[in-house]
């Protein structure tokens, strides 16, 4: 089982990014995909999550009205569109999922670096 997120970058304040999480080894379907962030020296954070239909989301209020967070069952893909971004959002982003009900992330990506130069 493995989660593989991509899609980081360089870009400069008020760019756009979009990242991608790329299920294998099982089907993700019935599992809330989330994002987290981790800046140099901070704790990780969550970022968004979205229940495994794609009709519900949450936002860090950080993050509100900037990034959409999405799904694609049929492909075991997620996605995390990320406009005006700030220098505040450089961090190493990663995709997780969870069982619906469950309070724990339990398969997690690796990371895939973010920075936002100003």
């Known amino acids: 089982v493995q989660l593989q997120a991509s899609g980081g970058g360089l870009v400069q304040a008020g760019g756009s990014l979009r990242l991608s999480c790329a299920a294998s080894?099982?089907?993700?379907?019935?599992?809330?995909w989330g994002w987290f962030r981790q800046a140099p020296g901070k704790e990780r954070e969550f970022v968004a999550a979205?229940?495994?239909?794609?009709?519900?989301?949450d936002y860090a209020d950080s993050v509100k009205g900037r990034f959409t967070i999405s799904r694609d069952n049929a492909k075991n893909t997620g996605a995390l569109q990320m406009n005006s971004l700030k220098p505040e959002d450089t961090a190493v982003y990663y995709c997780?999922?969870?069982?619906?009900?469950?309070?724990?992330?339990?398969?997690w990506g690796q990371g895939t670096q973010v920075t936002v130069s100003s």
């Open positions: 080894g099982r089907t993700f379907s019935n599992y809330v």
């Open positions: 997780a999922a969870r069982p619906i009900g469950g309070s724990t992330y339990a398969y």
């Open positions: 979205i229940s495994w239909s794609g009709g519900s989301t």
